[in-house]
């Protein structure tokens, strides 16, 4: 089982950015595809990116340009960095670790969430 540690979530205004960040306990990091889901108060959880092992990256279309996904392996982390954040991207942020490519991902673990939230 893996475990999953998200950070840097928080309230900011209209426009401004956000990094998330989100440590993993496993020995195999780098094999795993990861990705980022989000969940709006009722709403369904949606996937926002995914990046695979090999590095290849796909995004929602309402992040796209927006929203970056990246990995670094030696520190078993997995980054989101958020860029001209809107009020729709309100929402609890959750990291997961999976496996399959960046257009059918499957998530196996979950971390905790953490709230982001836009609002001038």
């Known amino acids: 089982q893996v475990q999953l540690v998200e950070s840097g979530g928080g309230l900011v205004q209209p426009g401004e950015s956000l990094r998330l960040s989100c440590a993993a306990s496993t020995a195999i990091f780098e094999i795993y595809a990861l990705g980022w889901y989000r969940q709006a108060p009722g709403k369904q959880r949606e996937l926002v990116a995914v990046?695979?092992?090999?590095?290849?990256?796909n995004y929602a279309d309402s992040v796209k340009g927006r929203f970056t996904i990246s990995r670094e392996n030696a520190k078993n982390t997995v980054y989101l960095q958020m860029n001209n954040l809107k009020p729709e991207d309100t929402a609890v942020y959750y990291c997961t670790v999976g496996d399959g490519n960046a257009n059918d991902y499957r998530p196996h673990n979950w971390g905790q969430g953490t709230q982001v939230t836009v609002s001038a």
């Open positions: 990046i695979t092992a090999r590095d290849n990256t």
